[in-house]
Each structure stands twice: as structure tokens, then as C-alpha cells.
């Protein structure tokens, strides 16, 4: 069995595919790899310099006996185990049935909206601004894998996006969506409210009351 989805493989080809399949056990050098994939080290060296641009494989220092040029093992990045991997979104959707389960539903959601607020310290918004804020919240959804846009109504803003990158999670668990909410709200600075659509083509969408947006600091709403 492969330790490479098939997917993968068809995208990078064999040769990527095996340097990324040895490369899950262990850091290794290019002439490490060259020699247990048949390849000559130029060849390594080349199919390495494409993946670490894809953000796939880094280098890390190690040392050597002897003096001489500084010597880097390649290992895979977290992205890159995360992608090589099957068991996130089944084990996130066991992690949320057994939360439910264990702590019933207003809890489990107060710990979705937790986590909603603890992964926006990364994409936090720097802007004195609403909108830019909202702008720099639906930026952070598409991050994740969505396809966020802002848009508006007279009475609200609305961050929406045709698909939702927790889709695995929420068409099982729509208390998920309270993660996301949770999101948005932190990074915009605003209280969120979900309005997504759940099932096979999970949407997300967000609505901002317009008179619930607090003054920024230039003395309006960002509108």
C-alpha cells in the first residue's frame, strides 16, 4: 500500500511521490535519498527544489563529523503531513459526536466557539476599519480552504463562501459552524451570527448587523 494518496501521486509523479513517501518516516539527506530511490543527487536535488517551493519539504541543519560545507536533512513540512494524510476529518468528526455527547450541546458549542477563537489569533486583523476587518475575515476562511467573499445589504454585511472548509465536519456537525462564527467574529472585531447551509454542499455565510458594529477608530462603521 502506498503512503501516498493516489491523488497526490498522479499530481507530482513517481519520483516526487517516493522522495515524499521516504520522507514520512525520517529526515533525510539528498544523498540519503538518492541512493534509496536509484536517483542521482542532481536529480534529488531538483525534485526537492520544487517541492520546498510548493511548501511541501524544509531542511533542517544537521551536523557532521568532519569540518566542512554546513549539511541539511529535508523533512516534510506540517502541511505537507497533513495532506498525506486520511484521518483528520474522520477524527474531528468523532472528536465532535463524543464532545456532544459527553458535554451536550450548549457546551460543545461554547468549545467550537473556543477554538473558532484561538485559531483567529493567527489571521488577527490589524485595521482600525469594519469592513477591512470583515475583508480580512473572509480572507482567513478562504486560507482554510473556502472561497469567502464580503458582501452587503442595507441593514448588514455578510461573509459568505460556496464552500465551507470544515465541510467534512459540518455536514455531520452543523455546531461546527459556531467555530468559523467564532472566527470571524474575533478577527473583525463584531458579533457574528451563522446563517450556513449544511448537508453534501455545505455553505458557509455569516451576517454582521450593521447597528451592532462597533465604531472604529476614525470615528464611523467602516462603511
Request: aromatic residues 4%.
Amino acid at each position: 500500500m502506498s503512503l501516498v494518496p493516489q491523488w497526490i501521486r498522479r499530481s507530482l509523479g513517481p519520483s516526487r511521490s517516493a522522495l515524499l513517501a521516504q520522507l514520512r518516516a525520517e529526515p533525510h539527506t539528498v544523498e540519503q535519498l538518492a541512493r534509496a530511490l536509484h536517483l542521482t543527487p542532481s536529480a534529488v536535488r531538483s525534485h526537492l527544489a520544487l517541492l520546498e517551493q510548493d511548501g511541501m519539504v524544509d531542511r533542517t541543519p544537521i551536523r557532521r563529523a568532519a569540518r566542512g560545507k554546513p549539511a541539511f536533512a529535508y523533512r516534510l513540512t506540517k502541511n505537507a503531513r497533513v495532506l498525506l494524510s486520511s484521518a483528520y476529518a474522520p477524527a474531528a468528526a468523532h472528536l465532535a459526536a463524543a464532545l456532544q455527547d459527553r458535554l451536550g450541546a450548549y457546551d460543545a458549542v461554547a468549545v467550537f466557539r473556543a477554538a473558532g477563537r484561538s485559531l483567529a489569533i493567527r489571521h488577527r486583523s490589524g485595521s482600525a476599519r469594519v469592513r477591512s476587518r470583515l475583508e480580512d475575515a473572509a480572507s482567513a476562511i478562504t486560507a482554510l480552504g473556502g472561497r469567502a467573499e464580503l458582501g452587503e445589504r442595507t441593514d448588514a454585511y455578510i461573509v459568505s463562501s460556496d464552500h465551507c472548509p470544515l465541510s467534512a465536519l459540518t455536514s455531520e456537525h452543523p455546531a461546527a459552524c459556531h467555530l468559523l462564527e467564532a472566527l470571524v467574529g474575533e478577527i473583525a472585531g463584531v458579533h457574528a451570527r451563522q446563517r450556513c447551509a449544511h448537508g453534501a454542499m455545505s455553505r458557509c455565510r455569516f451576517e454582521i448587523q450593521r447597528q451592532e458594529t462597533v465604531s472604529d477608530a476614525s470615528g464611523d462603521t467602516g462603511e
